[in-house]
T-cell receptor, first 113, second 114 residues
Framework: AQSVSQHNHHVILSEAASLELGCNYSYGGTVNLFWYVQYPGQHLQLLLKYFSGDPLVKGIKGFEAEFIKSKFSFNLRKPSVQWSDTAEYFCAVNARDTDKLIFGTGTRLQVFP | ETGVTQTPRHLVMGMTNKKSLKCEQHLGHNAMYWYKQSAKKPLELMFVYNFKEQTENNSVPSRFSPECPNSSHLFLHLHTLQPEDSALYLC?????????????FGPGTRLTVT
């Protein structure tokens, strides 16, 4: 069965620090990959997605993610975080031969000024 | 109102009560979803409706009963729940039932079963 692992459960950073959140999935076939974000008190919303093409994907608010097929990974990065990036981040994977979207457990990011 | 709305935002119910959660989407989408979000667990997909037809039921106990009267509204009827059913219940919609299409989420209903 497919699964998604987010090993960082809680990350605490100071403003301007660089961010990398890990996401690994278990599925050998072709996948669509997503990062969703949930800001405090707000709805879960799409941050970025990868379907094909350039494995480095740019999303909103300066976030990017890199798909490394050989490592089954889709890590989220931001060179310099801001206090407003405090949120919970969810990685999600869809195996293209299914219609299921599988979410990870989420990573809570706290950014201090 | 735009996006996906859910009511109520908070619900406390006893194990013998019957209550319903409501979801409404104003996006013209054809697929709607119920998810359960528990602490430290992945989002669990419960039910999927596509063009008002239920297309997925992920082994959800019968004490949860979904209803989709039209493509804009989705209900989750609750009865004789257990304390372990306490969680955040999220509704989402997408243009069609295809993970390639972005899912838009509502704010959730925080359910506490006492």
């Amino acid at each position: 069965a497919q699964s998604v692992s987010q090993h960082n459960h809680h990350v605490i950073l100071s403003e301007a620090a660089s961010l990398e959140l890990g996401c690994n999935y278990s599925y050998g076939g072709t996948v669509n990959l997503f990062w969703y974000v949930q800001y405090p008190g707000q709805h879960l919303q799409l941050l970025l997605k990868y379907f094909s093409g350039d494995p480095l994907v740019k999303g909103i608010k300066g976030f990017e993610a890199e798909f490394i097929k050989s490592k089954f990974s889709f890590n989220l990065r931001k060179p310099s975080v801001q206090w407003s990036d405090t949120a919970e981040y969810f990685c999600a994977v869809n195996a293209r031969d299914t219609d299921k979207l599988i979410f990870g457990t989420g990573t809570r990011l706290q950014v201090f000024p | 109102e735009t996006g996906v709305t859910q009511t109520p935002r908070h619900l406390v119910m006893g194990m013998t009560n019957k209550k319903s959660l409501k979801c409404e989407q104003h996006l013209g989408h054809n697929a709607m979803y119920w998810y359960k979000q528990s602490a430290k667990k992945p989002l669990e997909l419960m039910f999927v409706y596509n063009f008002k037809e239920q297309t997925e039921n992920n082994s959800v106990p019968s004490r949860f009963s979904p209803e989709c009267p039209n493509s804009s509204h989705l209900f989750l009827h609750l009865h004789t729940l257990q304390p372990e059913d306490s969680a955040l219940y999220l509704c989402a919609s997408s243009q069609v039932r295809d993970p390639a299409y972005e899912q838009y989420f509502g704010p959730g209903t925080r359910l506490t079963v006492t």
